[in-house]
């Protein structure tokens, strides 16, 4: 067990409860800490973005980090139980397996998933991560972003599959695509072979980005025309969970 690190906890925990800022000397009679233990883990803390000082009485408060991070967890749960009856519905309608995804830094996370009844379908599982420039569901969302977030993944080009875009002008000629017809598809798998998909960002109640629904399916059933045909579909549904966020647009 890392003392120091329940330790840095135990201090987060007594400045959330707290009805205002403190001292160090306070801090530390309260906690049972050295002085030197609870400046050292200050510090830290406000390296991290986690905690200020308030200059004219040497005293420390949280910052809104914390609450950020809580809400991006209540959200996220929030989003699942909102979306599932149109993941259902989209199910129902495409025939193939339907996905809710969230974007973190470079990658799409499955967050939940709906699995197609057919045989032979589009294997995924909730929990993981695919770099986001290889998935409709990563596109659809990096489309709802400033245009300067794609250099970050000049370090990750990588080819996965013969289709896999190599460049960031191939993939912002993608995101273009997306961004003028509401919606991001792969015709054969970028990530794996094989694979087709479509897929919408979901927007929030405050216009921000939230995640994205696609759907996906083996590129031998699932070709252009069905593409297009479900993406009215997937869109729908994107509108319809953005909705019930809180998104009146």
């Given amino acids: 067990m890392d003392k120091a690190f329940i330790k840095g906890l135990r201090l987060l925990e007594t ?46 408060e949280l910052t809104t980090k914390i609450w950020a991070l809580g809400s991006h967890v209540i959200h996220r749960m929030d989003l699942i139980k909102i979306a599932r009856p149109m993941m259902a519905k989209l199910m129902q309608v495409t025939g193939e397996t339907i996905h809710l995804s969230i974007l973190e830094d470079t990658d799409v996370v499955y967050v939940d998933k709906i699995e197609s009844e057919h045989h032979i379908r589009a294997h995924t599982s909730v929990g993981m991560r695919a770099p986001a420039f290889t998935m409709a569901t990563g596109k659809a969302m990096l489309a709802q972003l400033p245009d300067n977030y794609l250099e970050r993944f000049k370090p990750h080009f990588k080819r996965y599959t013969a289709s ?75 509108r319809a969970i953005g909705a019930a966020l809180g998104n009146s647009r």
């Fill in 164 to 238: 896999t875009r190599m460049t960031i002008e191939e993939l912002r000629e993608d995101i273009e695509v997306a961004r003028s017809q509401g919606y991001s598809y792969v015709l054969h798998g970028e990530w794996r072979e094989g694979i087709a998909a479509c897929a919408c960002a979901i927007i929030g109640r405050s216009g921000e980005l939230v995640g994205a629904i696609g759907m996906s399916g083996p590129d031998t059933r699932v070709k252009r025309k069905q593409i297009k045909e479900y993406s009215v579909h997937v869109m729908e549904a994107a």
């Fill in 15 to 60: 400045l959330a409860l707290s009805d205002g800022p403190r001292g160090i000397t306070e801090l530390a009679n309260e906690l049972k800490f050295t002085k030197s233990n609870v400046h050292r883990l200050l510090m830290t803390l406000q390296s991290q973005g986690y905690v200020r000082q308030n200059p004219p009485h040497s005293t420390y």
